[in-house]
C-alpha cells in the first residue's frame, strides 16, 4: 500500500515563501513522475507542477518563476518551493505520484492547505 504524506502547508502574507514536502512510502516503481496538484475553493483541480524521476520538470505557467519543484528519488521524495506568493495561490495542495508502465497506478495525498493573505 503506497502512502503519500504531505506537510508544509500554513499560512502566509502575500510575498512570502512556503516550502511544502511529501513522502512516499510502500512499493513503488521506480520510473515515475511526482508532483503538485492544487484545488481552489469552487475550482477543478490543477497541475501546479511536476517532475520525472529522470528530473524533467513540468509547470503551469501562473507559477513560473515563483515555484521550484524538486526530489530526492532515494527517499521517494519531492518538494514544492514557493516564492513570491500571492492570494491566487490559496488551495489545498496535493501530492501525486503516477508510476510509468502497463500497470502503473496513481496515488494521491489527503492535501495541505496554503492561505496567503492579503
Known amino acids: 500500500q503506497v502512502q503519500l504524506v504531505e506537510s508544509g502547508g500554513g499560512l502566509v502574507q502575500a510575498g512570502g515563501s512556503l516550502r511544502l514536502s511529501c513522502a512516499a512510502s510502500?512499493?513503488?516503481?521506480?520510473?515515475?513522475?511526482m508532483g503538485w496538484y492544487r484545488q481552489a475553493p469552487g475550482k477543478q483541480r490543477e497541475l501546479v507542477a511536476a517532475?520525472?524521476?529522470?528530473?524533467?520538470?513540468n509547470y503551469a505557467d501562473s507559477v513560473k518563476g515563483r515555484f521550484t519543484i524538486s526530489r530526492e528519488n532515494t527517499k521517494n521524495s519531492v518538494y514544492l518551493q514557493m516564492n513570491s506568493l500571492k492570494p491566487e495561490d490559496t488551495a489545498v495542495y496535493y501530492c501525486n505520484l503516477v508510476e510509468y508502465g502497463l500497470n502503473g497506478m496513481d496515488y494521491w495525498g489527503k492535501g495541505t492547505l496554503v492561505t496567503v493573505s492579503s
Open positions: 517532475i520525472t524521476s529522470g528530473g524533467s520538470t
Open positions: 510502500g512499493s513503488i516503481f521506480s520510473s515515475n513522475a
